[in-house]
């Protein structure tokens, strides 16, 4: 069992397209998150969400909104992608109830192409 | 502001060497976190270490082995006798410790890409 899953784990679209990213966990964390990593391999949080509400935005365009039905899943959804959105997206997951180890487990990535 | 210098973007190494991955930290938090992260081929960053800014202690798991230095804000990672098998990605990351709980984040380096020749 994969204890954070993400699909699609590939996704080629054309600049203007709305796509989605789906990410779910098992392992009964309270905290969810979504980080970017450029083609330079930097890696740099998106968002958080905890028991289902958000937490951290960090300055990330309007064209992306988190979506976190319940505290096992959270999605992304793209607006209007640009060729500057192509990346890998990971999400990933702890447990901060007992105080925050960062500890995060990883989705194994979603790589998005805009062409 | 906090930061995170990985100076070394990739190192090659023949299996058996010594090598040692760098990280330079910038922080005005008096308490803090460090971390490393492994990012293998397969793409999902896996934790590997954390340290508390108040221990200093230098910490040796199996190959692995980290030298926490306050005096020059560095917190190096060195694996000994490598092997194929860590050839990945490795980041170094810092944290506030505070117990802020979801507010806390992760702010990584740039990572050192390490390819292990047989």
């Known amino acids: 069992d994969t204890a954070v899953s993400q699909t699609p784990k590939y996704l080629v679209t054309q600049m203007g397209n709305d796509k989605s990213i789906k990410c779910e966990q098992n392992l009964g964390h309270d905290t969810m998150y979504w980080y970017k990593q450029d083609s330079k391999k930097f890696l740099k949080i998106m968002f958080s969400?905890?028991?289902?509400?958000?937490?951290i935005n960090e300055t990330v365009p309007n064209r992306f909104s988190p979506k976190s039905p319940d505290k096992a899943h959270l999605n992304l959804h793209i607006n209007s992608l640009e060729l500057g959105d192509s990346a890998v997206y990971f999400c990933?997951?702890?447990?901060?109830?007992?105080?925050?180890?960062?500890?995060?487990?990883f989705g194994e990535g979603s790589r998005l192409t805009v062409l | 502001a906090q930061k995170v210098t990985q100076a070394q973007t990739e190192i090659s190494v023949v299996e058996k060497e010594d090598v040692t991955l760098d990280c330079v930290y910038e922080?005005?938090?008096?308490?803090?976190?460090l971390f490393w992260y492994k990012q293998p081929p397969s793409g999902e960053l896996v934790f590997l270490i954390r340290r508390n800014s108040f221990d200093e202690q230098n910490e040796i798991s199996g190959r692995y082995s980290w030298n926490f230095q306050k005096s020059t804000s560095s917190f190096n990672f060195t694996i000994t006798a490598s092997q194929v098998v860590d050839s990945a990605v490795y980041f170094c990351a810092l944290s506030e410790a505070s117990y802020g709980g979801a507010t806390n984040k992760l702010i990584f380096g740039t990572g050192t890409l390490l390819a292990v020749q047989p």
């Open positions: 922080t005005r938090d008096t308490t803090y976190y």
């Open positions: 990933a997951s702890t447990n901060v109830a007992g105080g925050w180890t960062g500890e995060l487990f």
């Open positions: 969400y905890n028991n289902k509400e958000l937490i």
